[in-house]
Every structure is written in structure tokens, then in C-alpha cells.
């Protein structure tokens, strides 16, 4: 069948919520008040909506109004109409607030190890609405993700500019050299005492090599033997079982260093290896809700200090 006078007189939400009210007060009166109408107004809603269905809906009786048949039809399917708007409702408010929705980020490997698991409990307890996938890779990766979209954020060290992709410094790290106990007894190592030791580096493209090669290049160090090795972990532990020198984060080695498990060293004449973490974002893009509660979580957890974010290993 099609209704008479078109479908946008028999959807009105409110005239279907009239029907459900009826069926459940027993009155055109009651259901009046539950929508917040005079009862005049509340008839002629329920007036269009029959003529608009070309059937009766209402009977008036001695002890007030009931449905018709056609009318516990349509009440029923009303009242899981109205259930549907109300569920729509709630969600699109879910979504603007940021307590639900689905956040993508990829991180460099120590913003993603050492920052972001502490991050994302906190953000977690606080948008438990929110999935979130998390990508791991190095800092030329991740900025490449975010420049083509295919992530919302990205977390990295510092970066060469990149078309397209804004950064923010939310967090301030340090590169310490590191050696295995006993291996080096001063807390610093000359440029030549440097260069007699095997030199384990991150990977191309990532961040802790290139702030490192830009600060030893600054006194003149040209490494003679360097082996490559995509882990932090199987960095720490190699340097650990004599394979050589390092530099990492401090955040990748503080533990560490602190049980004498590995020992610091700078080089002379090298200022502090400080570099920014650094926040990614496409300079187009809209910051949902979602992205919006995740940076003000970040910006909470690591507003205090480094170790406000760090988780232990």
C-alpha cells in the first residue's frame, strides 16, 4: 500500500511518539502531556497521521482512547522507529564528545615502545568507546604514513620537513652512548676511542641515527665499522654482551642503566644529543573528536616530565 499524503506525514517522529504515548496512557490527554502538547494540538497530529495512513488509528471510549488494530500495528513499529532515532542520537553525540569512534596512529619505535603504552591506558580509561590501531615503524615510515593519509597521527623523532604533514614538538629526549659495565671506565670517550669500537646503529630512516650521525659529524667522527640492527632491544643486549658502542634514547635505556646493566658515556667535545619528539598530522585534515581526546591525553601524560609517560621494561 502507499500512504495517501506521503511518507514525511506518517514519519514524523513526534506524531509516531503521539501513537505510542496513546497505546500506553490510554488517552489522548496523557499522551498530550508526555510529548509536551495541548491535548487540541495532539488530536489534529494524530488526525493528519491517519489521513495520511487512510486508516483509523484512535477509537474514542467511554474510559478515554484506544488503538484500532491498524493503530497496534503502527504503534509497534513506531516505538522501534523511535528506538532507532533515539540509539542514532546517542551515538552521533558519542561520536562529536569523542567517546566512541576509531583512532589510526603510527609511531616510530621509541615513542611507540617507551611513550605510547602508558598514552594509551590513560586514553584508554578515559574514551573506552574509542578503537585505536597503532602502527610501529621508523620515523621516514611513519611521516610517509601520515603525508599519505593512511594514518590520522603519527609519533616520530625529529624528521625532515615533509609537503603536507604539520609537526608539533610535545617532548623533549636525549641520545646517551651506551656501553656494556667494565667495557669503558671514564664517563666520556674520546673521538679516537670512539672510532676503535664497533658502532651499532639503528636502521636508514630512523631518527636515533640520524640525530646521531648529525652530532658525532659535528667533531669530526667517521665511523669505521658499523653494524645495522632495526631494534632497540637487540641493540641494548648486543651492546650488553661487549658487540660494541651505541646510542640510543634515553628512554630506551634508562632501566637499563639504572639496574648497571649498561653503562653511559658522552663524547668529548659533543654537546647533550637533545632532540624533539614530534607530534604528525596532515595540514588538511580535520581533527576529530577522537584525534582531539587523544592529544589532549598526550599533552596530560607528558606535560610533567619524560618519565610522567614512561612505561618500565
Not at 561520536?95 to 619505535?109: F, K, Y
Not at 665511523?223 to 648486543?238: C, F, G, L, Q, T
Request: hydrophobic content about 45%.
Amino acid at each position: 500500500m502507499r500512504f495517501q499524503n506521503g511518507m514525511s506525514q506518517v514519519l514524523d517522529p513526534l506524531r509516531l511518539r503521539l501513537l505510542v504515548e496513546v497505546g500506553r496512557h490510554g488517552s489522548i490527554a496523557g499522551a498530550a502531556v508526555a510529548c509536551g502538547l495541548r491535548q487540541p494540538s495532539a488530536t489534529k497530529h494524530l488526525q493528519t497521521l491517519e489521513a495520511a495512513v487512510g486508516q483509523p488509528l484512535v477509537r474514542r471510549t467511554s474510559r478515554g482512547s484506544q488503538l484500532t488494530e491498524a493503530g497496534r500495528v503502527m504503534s509497534q513499529h513506531a516505538a522501534r522507529m523511535l528506538g532507532t532515532l533515539r540509539a542514532m542520537e546517542d551515538e552521533l553525540r558519542a561520536l562529536r564528545d569523542g567517546e566512541i569512534g576509531s583512532l589510526s596512529i603510527a609511531a616510530s619505535t621509541t615513542p611507540g615502545a617507551y611513550v605510547l603504552p602508558s598514552v594509551l591506558k590513560c586514553f584508554a580509561e578515559r574514551h573506552p568507546g574509542v578503537d585505536v590501531t597503532l602502527a610501529i615503524g621508523p620515523s621516514d615510515r611513519v611521516v610517509e604514513q601520515v603525508a599519505r593519509r593512511e594514518v590520522q597521527l603519527g609519533l616520530a623523532g625529529e624528521t625532515a620537513a615533509t609537503p603536507g604533514v604539520v609537526v608539533e614538538p610535545f617532548l623533549d629526549d636525549e641520545l646517551v652512548g651506551i656501553v656494556a659495565p667494565g667495557a669503558h671506565r671514564a664517563s666520556r670517550m674520546t673521538v679516537a676511542e670512539l672510532a676503535a669500537r664497533t658502532l651499532l646503529m639503528r636502521e636508514r630512516g630512523s631518527s636515533t641515527r640520524a640525530t646521531a650521525e648529525r652530532y658525532l659529524a659535528s667533531v669530526g667522527y667517521t665511523p669505521v665499522k658499523v653494524w645495522e640492527i632495526d631494534s632497540n632491544e637487540a641493540i641494548k643486549r648486543s651492546v650488553a654482551a661487549g658487540l660494541g658502542v651505541a646510542f640510543v634514547s634515553r628512554l630506551v635505556a634508562e632501566d637499563e642503566l639504572a639496574r648497571g646493566e649498561l653503562a653511559e658515556f658522552a663524547v668529548t667535545g659533543v654537546h647533550p644529543m637533545s632532540r624533539p619528539i614530534l607530534l604528525l598530522r596532515a595540514d588538511d585534515s580535520h581533527l576529530t573528536p577522537a584525534q582531539q581526546a587523544f592529544i589532549a591525553t598526550l599533552t596530560d601524560c607528558c606535560a610533567s616530565s619524560i618519565a610522567a609517560c614512561v612505561v618500565p621494561s
